[in-house]
T-cell receptor, first 114, second 112 residues
Framework: DTGVSQNPRHKITKRGQNVTFRCDPI?????LYWYRQTLGQGPEFLTY????????KSRLLSDRFSAERPKGSFSTLEIQRTEQGDSAMYLC???FGGGYEKLFFGSGTQLSVL | AQSVAQPEDQVNVAEGNPLTVKCTYS??????LFWYVQYPNRGLQFLLK??????LVKGSYGFEAEFNKSQTSFHLKKPSALVSDSALYFC??????????FGQGTTLQVKP
């Protein structure tokens, strides 16, 4: 069990550029979640997958955001045409089983949009 | 809609004293409640959860939480605080899909 891994740890980009983040969950976990956290706030749910199926997306997730989990393993979160308001910590979490199990979080990717 | 509220932005306690971090919830149906802790430059870590059963739930690092249905609360407690307990604490409620809705967090400062 190597934990949830997120790459990169930090990303600085210019407004209007596209960025992609990667999350590698704990290997036997079937569920994968993406959250966004800004300073002084709790994590906000973005989307989640069960295996390769994306089962729920938050209304926070505009059309510029897309997430994939091919083959039910790692996941990517892409933000197109970044805006300064996208600056945040993007957290990935995984779990095994149903909806009441604890989530294991990665350390996050800190995005700064200049 | 499900939600949790953490009414205190910060809680200050002296080392060795008991601590309480407050959380209230609003759900339709049965609540599934969690506490997570976030240390600086580290990911969120699970402390404990309440699904059903005994109202007093014991978790990691000596923490416990008391579920109170009549007051719709799920306060986090520890009998004797340590300086190393200083961190950001989040209460969360889960739907049966596993999506967690987090509170805004409470910073716990334990002073020597």
């Amino acid at each position: 069990d190597t934990g949830v891994s997120q790459n990169p740890r930090h990303k600085i980009t210019k407004r209007g550029q596209n960025v992609t983040f990667r999350c590698d969950p704990i290997s036997e976990h079937n569920r994968l979640y993406w959250y966004r956290q800004t300073l002084g706030q709790g994590p906000e749910f973005l989307t989640y997958f069960q295996n390769e199926a994306q089962l729920e997306k938050s209304r926070l997730l505009s059309d510029r955001f897309s997430a994939e989990r091919p083959k039910g393993s790692f996941s990517t979160l892409e933000i197109q045409r970044t805006e300064q308001g996208d600056s945040a910590m993007y957290l990935c979490a995984s779990s095994f089983g149903g909806g009441y199990e604890k989530l294991f979080f990665g350390s996050g990717t800190q995005l700064s949009v200049l | 809609a499900q939600s949790v509220a953490q009414p205190e932005d910060q809680v200050n306690v002296a080392e060795g004293n008991p601590l309480t971090v407050k959380c209230t919830y609003s759900v339709s149906g049965n609540p599934y409640l969690f506490w997570y802790v976030q240390y600086p430059n580290r990911g969120l870590q699970f402390l404990l959860k309440y699904i059903t059963g005994d109202n007093l739930v014991k978790g990691s690092y000596g923490f416990e939480a008391e579920f109170n249905k009549s007051q719709t609360s799920f306060h986090l407690k520890k009998p004797s605080a340590l300086v190393s307990d200083s961190a950001l604490y989040f209460c969360a409620v889960s739907s049966n899909t596993g999506k967690l809705i987090f509170g805004q967090g409470t910073t716990l400062q334990v002073k020597p």
